[in-house]
């Protein structure tokens, strides 16, 4: 079995799928719609229309790059504001035509930088966790590789969230986590393991609701697994009504450490 | 931990707090505490009858019992859900003598307070969060707490009002702590849909993950002044862009500035405009 480190190594990996690479191996005619109608078009960002199994969907993936110089203009796959402002307009886009929305997250975090907290990082994250709450859609998010905090979060309110089996999913990177507690970086991989950032430990914590095979590398076969899941999963949710996707998914949230108060009987 | 500090010798000036400290002789005979803004030395007792504002306007850090007095009506504050306290679900390194001593040295059991209380003789609900305790950090009993004061307003058609200090999501409970903020969001968003007001106060420091959810997602965003408001901290984005920061990055007036604040309030009108506010929206045909 791998060490949680080892996970976060696989899950940073250059080789990794990127999130266009998503888009592109499981939805057909992608069609790119771009910027956040206040600011700009953040290129850590990408989203559109897809079709999968006759069904129109709208999908949103972080996307890191492929080499350095795509790397680069992604801005490695760290979004600004704008990057999720324009998520979140897709997203409404989605609701008003009643199209299922798929998110996939690959992110070390949201961007730290002087422009990204100028225009709002954290109100742009806000406003995501709140107004995904209450879209009155289906929406799966898939996290693929990084699910870096709140950056991860703000793509990952959702009546389903899947992960990779090597992927990760944590508060705070080991190696932050490492400097705050023993001051220095060099002690990540122990970090790793205390904050339970596997897809297996996640899984266990009830945080997600599948952990996703990666098929012993085999891009296609994961692809077209992922379709079929996919396609799967909208079914399943085409019957319900808004309230009942509104109301399971507050649900699904609302259940997050609340079970030991209950056993001591606090509260009213 | 910390305690070496006391008894360290100074080692220059700065650290004895600077030349020439202005003292009155009536200071002598009293506990003084100094401005780490200005170095100015006040008396307790000037500082207790000035809400812990320096002459030069700096505001002391303040624990969520001391805001809760000068907040709200006298004797309206009925406190809910006292006893929660955290466990430490991940066998997290060190968390249950953090927990412990924190218990010890803020004499709270978490890091928010919730209740109800009357400002300027209008009801509301409200949650104050603590900096003496993990410096407001949320973990599940601070995402918890606020979710029912939200869903608990929701149902008795109250206002919210918070005051936010945080160092963010609590590391030591991992990505439990991260889905506070999504629980926590939801709940604002009910309150919300309902047609209720909520009011935050953002004091210093408020940061990560708090700003990233309910602090910035108020109907009406008060803020005190000087308070550092941010997601990333200017430590990190100093390392990360490899840039000097421009002058008050960060800080309660640039947000104002860049409109993600409606007002900064010093700590001398926050009952005044908080209870104003509040009369503005109550609600026809309901009493208080």
């Known amino acids: 079995m791998k060490s949680a480190y080892e996970i976060v190594t696989a899950a940073r990996s250059k080789d990794r799928q990127t999130g266009q690479n998503f888009i592109n191996g499981i939805f057909k005619d992608f069609m790119e719609l771009h910027g956040d109608r206040r600011f700009a078009d953040d290129p850590a960002i990408v989203g559109g229309l897809a079709m999968l199994d006759g069904v129109a969907y709208t999908v949103i993936a972080t996307e890191k790059g492929r080499d350095t110089k795509s790397r680069i203009s992604r801005n490695f796959g760290t979004p600004h504001p704008e990057g999720y402002r324009k998520a979140l307009r897709l997203m409404k886009q989605a609701e008003k035509f009643n199209r299922p929305v798929v998110c996939f997250v690959d992110t070390s975090g949201a961007y730290c930088g002087i422009g990204a907290e100028e225009r709002g990082q954290g109100q742009a994250i806000a406003e995501n966790l709140m107004e995904m709450m209450a879209l009155r859609t289906p929406v799966l998010s898939i996290l693929v590789g990084e699910g870096g905090s709140g950056g991860a979060l703000a793509l990952s309110v959702a009546n389903e969230v899947w992960m990779l089996e090597n992927a990760i999913y944590s508060v705070i990177s080991p190696e932050s986590c490492s400097n705050i507690l023993w001051r220095t970086t060099e002690r990540a991989a122990e970090a790793a393991e205390s904050l339970k950032l596997t897809a297996a430990d996640v899984f266990e914590l009830g945080v997600i609701d599948r952990i996703v095979s990666e098929r012993g590398g085999d891009a296609q076969r994961m692809f077209s697994a992922l379709a079929r899941d996919i396609a799967e999963w909208y079914r399943k949710m085409q019957s319900k009504s808004a309230e009942e996707l509104t109301e399971a998914r507050y649900a699904r949230f609302r259940r997050f450490g609340a079970g030991p108060f209950e056993r001591q009987g606090a509260g009213t | ?288």
């Open chain 2, 1 to 288: 931990m910390g305690l070496e500090l006391f008894f360290r010798k100074p080692k220059n000036e700065l650290e004895k707090g600077g030349r020439n400290r202005p003292r009155g002789a009536e200071m002598e005979y009293e506990l003084t505490e100094t401005c780490p803004a200005c170095r100015y030395e006040t008396p307790q007792s000037v500082l207790i009858e000035n809400l812990y504002v320096c002459r030069c306007g700096h505001c002391y850090r303040i624990s969520a019992r001391q805001r809760i007095r000068y907040l709200t009506d006298r004797g309206s504050f009925k406190e809910l859900w006292s006893d929660m306290e955290s466990e430490d679900i991940l066998n997290f390194p060190g968390y249950p003598d953090k927990l412990e001593s924190m218990r010890i040295s803020s004499r709270e059991k978490e890091a928010v307070i919730c209740g109800t209380a009357r400002i300027g003789g209008s009801d509301c609900a409200l949650f104050i969060m603590e900096p003496y305790f993990m410096m407001g950090s949320m973990g599940t009993v601070v995402g918890e707490k606020i979710t029912r004061m939200f869903e608990y307003a929701t149902e008795q058609k109250l206002p919210v009002l918070g005051v936010t200090v945080s160092g963010g999501a609590r590391m030591q409970e991992g990505i439990l702590s991260l889905m506070q903020m999504a629980k926590t969001s939801g709940a604002v968003k009910r309150h919300g849909d309902e047609g209720l007001l909520y009011i935050t106060l953002l004091t210093d420091p408020t940061t990560g993950g708090v700003t990233a959810s309910f602090a910035m997602e108020g109907d009406i965003i008060l803020a005190e002044p000087g308070a550092t408001v941010c997601f990333t901290g200017a430590r990190i984005i100093e390392q990360t862009v490899r840039k000097k920061l421009p002058p008050n990055f960060q800080k309660a007036e640039t947000m104002l500035k860049h409109g993600f604040i409606d007002m900064i309030v010093p700590r001398s009108e926050q009952w005044h405009v908080i209870g104003k506010l509040l009369m503005m929206h109550r609600r026809k045909g309901a009493m208080g």
